[in-house]
């Protein structure tokens, strides 16, 4: 089992950057794939990025690509999210994501078994 805690949300301008954080508790991180998902105000939850054990291989929904970089270093048991040139419409509750499964490759959404609590982002125009 995994305990996940997200860090680094706030308030940013149009155009800003933001990195969140997720801290994982337990010895076994890196047999998780992970991701984040998030979800905005009235909407429902969607995949935004995913990234195998290794941090080998990514995957990322199409509307964050080139803009939002997944990573994880498995020595701190913590994953990244590095969001550039933000928009208005990337404001939502971020979530980090664990899957109890060992990837070789992603190409599409992971399936969560475990959650962290969320972190807001809001981006102004």
């Known amino acids: 089992q995994v305990q996940l805690v997200e860090s680094g949300g706030g308030l940013v301008q149009a155009g800003g950057s933001l990195r969140l954080s997720c801290a994982a508790s337990?010895?076994?991180?890196?047999?998780?794939?992970m991701g984040w998902f998030r979800q905005a105000p009235g909407k429902e939850r969607e995949f935004v990025a995913a990234?195998?054990?290794?941090?080998?291989?990514?995957h990322y929904e199409n509307s964050v690509k080139g803009r939002f970089t997944i990573s994880r270093d498995n020595a701190k048991n913590t994953l990244y999210l590095q969001m550039n040139s933000l928009k208005p419409e990337d404001t939502a509750v971020y979530y980090c994501?664990?899957?109890?499964?060992?990837?070789?490759?992603?190409?599409?959404?992971?399936?969560?078994?475990?959650w962290g609590q969320g972190t807001q982002v809001t981006v102004s125009s």
């Open positions: 994501a664990a899957e109890a499964l060992v990837r070789m490759n992603i190409n599409g959404p992971i399936v969560p078994d475990y």
């Open positions: 337990g010895r076994t991180f890196s047999r998780y794939t």
């Open positions: 990234v195998t054990w290794s941090g080998q291989r990514t």
